[in-house]
Each structure stands twice: as structure tokens, then as C-alpha cells.
């Protein structure tokens, strides 16, 4: 069941704010600093009172209620902001955190509470960095503006100043969990894996009830080939990653936590985004022989847009195969798994992981007849993918952008064409057409990903960036070119140009962060050499 519109699992580096907040000025990075005597202290009281209970609904309407009774009070206005930051209401807080600022712009915590309500909200990223560094300028010894620094300057890829931040920050806070994730996260960008490890350690050990830092450890110790300890800390991904908090569905039926199947019912069922149903996919033979040989019956649940091409490579080992959206209309069953809990539950490390590739196959005839529709270019067929999602947080570090494949390739195109795998992407494409980079779409004929899969097996190459069609022409056995950037998906592993996941893949890595070209650089080395 398709619970999320992300096509690729996302890490929860950035802070986030606690769904409980037993200590919310700590935990989220956001300080509740009030200047004392400026704000009815039975409305602050009470205010914090609920947030430290939970009801953040109600913290938040009864600091709205004031600030609008004391529209002059920068007291009130900040306290509102506050309330309403907490309460994940981020776009909301950066109205009264505004007139806060038009009223007493000194106002303690401020800059640092309003850049990252502008982070979270999704709004000027410009704004923000304007606002976290005059937090730093205010206070050089703010421990938290130095937290939040290191994402601020790591979404405008300045790296050094990343780390700089995060050396900082836990030098004045040695004992914030917050930090060290944080210092875990931008030392994953300079490749720095044994020292973002120990940090990442670190902020479980300074908050093991954050299952954030759980999270984020078993994203690091998966991409570093650590299964057995990976696998276990990703069971805490419902809790841990922001972008699936709060998503998983609510089942009729327990989770299997590995009972007897003895006459009973399992049902599997399809997680998170595109590529993750993909990858995963594999793994459902080897639970079918698990559920099977011990009398059990198996319900494999997936997206519908995927259900043709699963069906047909993987169906025959489940009982029943479904493609309900809702729980309600999913068939009987007496036990439910996530896809991706398969190998933890399986206890599958490193070599059964990899399992064979191909195990996707496309409809036969869909492929000839693409095979046919193409007969007419007698140049090397390429399919490109510059982008992943536009929502996924990471995306600005994995995405190329069709520009510079144009300034790459442009040279190539006597011997080679290029077409669009992006669907939605006429935009860039006419771009590109504009600036001389000829970009075949025929995207707006496919419906579903087997629509994708049979177009794929009829090029020669597909060249990506980390997303689902990385997944999708691996797992059909395609060759594929994946580019990665310097802190890539687990899937990818680390310091390897090829994937024991899908044999039929070449890794295209940077060695320096946000720097694309002696990647690009490569790749058209190795495309010249192989279309001439």
C-alpha cells in the first residue's frame, strides 16, 4: 500500500521537531527564551505546560489567542511562534515570529526559531541563511544557531562552512544529540564515514529515546555493508524518518515478529516509494519459501501503477496478489510485514542479499514493439534521467539537472540518441531542444511502470541519477550508468564502481561534494568510447 509520494526512502538528517516533546527547547533546535516580564507569565506557563504534555493543538491555539488579544506585544508574538513551531504549524510560525521581529528584532532566539520555521515551511532558503548567520552574529556562543548552521549551509552546498558549524556546535554542546547527528550528517558529505559513524553513535547514546538518530545510524551502517546492525536500527524508520512519522497504517492484525505460519495468513505489504517496492521486491520468493514450507499462506500487497509488472515477474510465489489501497478492502490475513522488513526478519546479510538479477521481466510484446517503433535510429539508443522527485529533501544533491547532460553529451549526438525517461519533464526537455541538446520524450504514452519497463528494454543504456528508474532498468537486467552524488542512497554502498545488488550497474560517483563534473567528465569519456 502506497503510503508515501517519495520514489526513494529519505534520510531524516534535517532537524526536525519531536513528536513527543517531553523536552522540546532541547530536542528541536528552537529555544522558548522569553525575556522575563514581558509576557503574561500564566499564559507562557500554561503554554509550555501543554507543549510538555503533548497537546501542542492546544499550546498553539491558546498562544494564538493571546498574540491576537496583544497584537503589540512582541512577547505574545513570539510566544505564538513558538507554540506553533512546535506544533509542526511552521509556515504559520513565521508570521508572528515577523511581527516579532518588526517590534524587538533583538528578541532572544529570534533569528534562530524563524530561520528554521523558513527551513521547514519550505520557503527562501536565502532568508534563512540571512537569518541563521545574524543569530550567529548576535550570539557567537549560541549552541543551537551553530545546529541548525550546518544544514543552512549545507543546502547552499558550502561544505566547509558545514562543518565548521558542526565543530562549533559540539564544542558548546557536547551533550546535545541534535549536534552530533548533525556534525554525522555534514561529515557524511565529506566522505568522512568513520567520524560521522561515531557521531551518529553518539546521538543515540545522548538520546536513545530519538529514534531519529536510530534511523539515521542504520542508513550509515547499511551503506557501509554493517546488514546485520542495519537492518535492525531500520526497524525504527516509522518513528525515526521524518517523511514516514506518523504514516504507518493502522492494521487489523498484528505485525509478524516471526510466530509460526502453521496454517495462517501473512500479508506483505508494498512501502514508501517506487524504488523501494523494487528493490525489495526480490525478497518476497525468499519469504514465500519461509511462509510456505511452514503451511502458511501469502498476501503480497503492491501499488497499482506497479501491479502488471510484479505480477508477471513475481506473482507465482504469493498466494494472493493485491493491489487494494486500503486496508479495509485488502483480503483476510492473520499477520502483516513491510516490504522492507523482509531481510531483517529472514536475518539475510551479504551474500543473499545481492540475489540474481534480472527478476524483473517486462511484457515481451510491449518491448518488441517498441523495439520496432526505434528500428529506424541506428544510433545508440540512451535514456535519461536527470532528476528524482522534486519534494525528496536530498534531491538537490542527487539531482544533475538535463543542463548539463546538454553540455555533456551535446558533442555525441551523431552517434548517439538520447531519450526523455522523466515523464512531466517536457519543460526541461524543450530547454534543451532550445539550447541544441536534441531529447526524444515519447513519456506522455506510458500509464504505468511497465509501460516504463518495456521502453526501457528497448534502449541500448540508460544513464540516471538515484531514483526509481535506477531501480526499475537494474532490476530488468539493462545497462545501466547511475550517477551518484557524494553521500548517495545506502543501496549504492560505498568506494565501488559496481552494485552487488544489480550486476547489469556501472557507479558513476563524485569524489568531492556538489561537484558534477569529473562525473560528467567520465561518463561521456565511456559513452564516446562505446558508441564510436
Known sequence: MQITAHDMPTLADIPRLPVDLADATQTASIEAEAAPGMLDESVAAATQTLIERGDLARAAELALMHWQQHPASPAAAFNCGY?????????????????????APAWPSLKNNLALAIRLSGDDPDLEHAFIEGALDDDPNNAQAWTNAVI??????????????????????????????????????????????????????????????????????LARGDFASGWADYE????????????????P???????????????????????????????????????????????????PQMGALVRRSLGEHADVFDTSTRVRHLPHFDYELPLMSIPWMLGLDTDALGTSAPYLQADAGATDAWR????????????????????????????????????????????????SLQPGAQHDVEAAKAAGFDVIDMTREWKTFDDTAAFVGALDLVITVCTSVAHLSGALGQATWVLLDANPHWVWQHDRRDSPFYPSAALYRQQTFADWRPVLD???MDLRELAT
Request: charged share 25%.
Open 372 to 419: 520496432h517503433a526505434l528500428s529506424g535510429e541506428k544510433r545508440l539508443k540512451v535514456g535519461l534521467v536527470w532528476t528524482g522527485s522534486l519534494n525528496h529533501q536530498r534531491n538537490r544533491f542527487r539531482r544533475v539537472g538535463l543542463e548539463r547532460y546538454a553540455d555533456a553529451f551535446a558533442s555525441l549526438q551523431k552517434d548517439v540518441a538520447f531519450y
Open 83 to 103: 507554540a506553533l513551531q512546535v506544533a509542526g504549524r511552521h509556515e504559520e510560525a513565521i508570521v508572528p515570529y515577523r511581527r516579532t521581529l518588526a517590534l
Open 152 to 221: 543552512t549551509r549545507l543546502n547552499r552546498f558550502d561544505l566547509d562552512g558545514a562543518l565548521r558549524a558542526a565543530t562549533r556546535a559540539v564544542t558548546l554542546a557536547p551533550d546535545s544529540p541534535l549536534a552530533a547527528n548533525n556534525a554525522a550528517t555534514a561529515l557524511k558529505e565529506a566522505q568522512r564515514w568513520d567520524e560521522a559513524e561515531q557521531y551518529a553513535q553518539s546521538a543515540c547514546a545522548l538520546d536513545p529515546n530519538d529514534l531519529t538518530h536510530r534511523h539515521n545510524l542504520s542508513l550509515l551502517r
Open 236 to 251: 525504527a524508520r516509522w518513528h525515526g524518518a521524518g517523511e514516514l512519522r506518523g504514516t504507518l497504517p493502522e492494521f
Open 522 to 524: 567520465k561518463v561521456t
Open 253 to 303: 492484525r498484528p505485525r509478524w515478529s516471526g510466530e509460526s505460519l502453521a496454517g495462517k495468513t501473512l500479508l506483505v505489504w508494498g512501502e514508501q516509494g517506487i524504488g523501494d517496492v523494487l528493490q525489495f521486491s526480490r525478497y518476497v520468493p525468499l519469504l514465500a519459501e519461509r511462509v510456505h514450507r511452514e503451511g502458511g499462506r501469502l498476501v503480497w500487497n503492491v501499488f
